[in-house]
């Protein structure tokens, strides 16, 4: 297995554990968990090159936001 699939593996197992982990907090522990591995990956796109990678990000946050807050 190359080194970009061993860190790939490693990484679903580690964010899918702190996903577990927040379930028996709630939901918004939940959220908080995804919300962070979102922010790492767009830390690691924009390493790679590509800042657009941030703008697309909150543009998701932005239209989360103005559904909930019509």
């Known amino acids: ?5 061993t860190r790939q ?3 679903a197992a580690y964010w899918n554990a702190r996903q577990e982990a927040a379930t ?5 522990a939940v959220a908080a968990v995804w919300y962070d ?4 990956v767009a830390r690691q796109v924009e390493k790679n090159g590509s800042t657009e990678v ?6 998701h946050l932005h239209d989360f936001f103005q559904a909930h807050t019509q």
């Not at 941030?54 to 543009?59: D, V």
Request: charged share 15%; hydrophobic share 40%; with cysteine.
């Open 54 to 59: 941030w703008n697309k990000l909150a543009s």
């Open 9 to 11: 593996k490693n990484q």
């Open 24 to 28: 028996h907090i709630g939901p918004s």
């Open 37 to 40: 591995a979102c922010r790492m």
């Open 1 to 5: 297995m190359n080194a970009a699939r």
